[in-house]
């Protein structure tokens, strides 16, 4: 008797991978009944800066959030940059003279009036034209000095090798922008309730970060997320979106979170056990979101996408064919000890 093996392919059916989440399940009940361990707050906002008070004009509360420390560091980079350039080029900015903090205020208030004036090209508000002709900008600043100043306009010293090899995406703006960050940060202490959201910066030029979302006005630009105090209307807190490379708080997962779970945590921090209330979109809100924020005396109130991890199944009372059927103004009302969800 002759044997014969035959070396055929084991069928094996192919396991289902089932990503493994290490947040706990929430456990829902569909009952109106929801008593939230969060106490009441009473918290107001609360402006710390000393010179402040309700008698003082727009222009001066804007050199408090604006001091000549920050803006000096416009002037002297700017200098910098123009040295850097003639060096290379002599006859680059010709009739240059240095501006000083006077001066960049005059440019910088020409530049908020180009957002209220609008016109398609910078050069039509010193036009002559009867059609054009505004005459403040002519009577404020020469269009020759306006155009170098903006030529020369910097944050940094592009010679600097730190610069050079960074990964920040906003390298760019120097030590300008994180301590306008930080001057916004300490001018104010929030009150009860906050929001966050994010907000497009219009922006056509070539930025690897540069976003498109349709939505918004300017549908290109640069994102930020942005911390408000609801009593104030006051940004508090300001976080660029740099892709990959965004700077959120390495003590929480992004797995767990979520990119915009993440963004909240890393905003909200130092902000904690006040008994605030935040209020966000179905962009940044989750159930982990919620029980982690409950845990630190932390309410969370907005609106939330059903796919979410740990969300309740919802459906309505009603069934036609198996299928579900809403009734016109049916709500289904889920709890647990922590959260409440509402359709």
């Known amino acids: 008797m002759h044997r014969i093996f035959l070396n055929l392919p084991v069928h094996r059916p192919k396991r289902k991978y089932v990503k493994k989440s290490k947040t706990p399940a929430c456990t829902w009940e569909r009952t109106e009944n929801f008593n939230p361990k969060i106490g009441s707050c009473e918290l107001q906002a609360e402006f710390h800066h000393p010179d402040l008070h309700p008698h003082l004009s727009p222009f001066k509360i804007l050199k408090l959030l604006l001091p000549a420390e920050i803006l000096n560091i416009i002037i002297t980079e700017s200098g910098n940059y123009v040295e850097q350039c ?12 240095p501006f000083d903090l006077s001066e960049l205020w005059v440019f910088l208030g020409l530049n908020i009036l ?29 269009r020759d000095r306006f155009e170098l100043i903006l030529r020369s306009l910097h944050f940094t010293n592009n010679e600097d090798e730190t610069n050079a090899h960074s990964q920040n995406k906003f390298k760019k703006l120097g030590n300008f922008f994180p301590k306008l960050l ?16 994010e907000s497009l910066v219009k922006f056509k030029g070539r930025l690897s970060i540069k976003q498109y979302i349709p939505s918004k006005r300017a549908r290109f630009g640069l994102k930020f997320f942005m911390l408000v105090d609801c009593q104030t209307k006051f940004v508090v807190r300001v976080l660029p979106y740099e892709g990959k490379e965004t700077k959120l708080d390495n003590s929480i997962s992004q797995k767990d979170f979520g990119f915009g779970g993440s963004v909240c945590v890393t905003l909200m921090k130092g902000l904690f056990n006040k008994c605030r209330r935040l209020v966000v979109d179905n962009f940044f809100s989750s159930p982990t979101l919620a029980s982690y924020l409950v845990n630190l005396s932390t309410g969370l109130l907005g609106t939330v996408k059903l796919n979410r991890t740990n969300m309740p199944k919802v459906h309505p009372e009603k069934f036609v064919k198996g299928k579900p059927k809403w009734e016109a103004g049916e709500v289904a009302v889920y709890s647990n000890e922590s959260m409440q969800v509402v359709r």
């Open 86 to 97: 003639r060096r290379k080029d002599r006859k680059s900015f010709k009739g240059w003279a």
């Open 182 to 197: 930080e001057t916004f940060n300490n001018f104010i202490t929030p009150g009860a309730f906050v929001c966050i959201d």
């Open 114 to 142: 180009m957002g209220i004036v609008d016109k398609p090209d910078n050069r039509d508000y010193w036009a002559r034209d009867p059609l054009l002709f505004t005459p403040f900008f002519g009577e404020t600043m020469p």
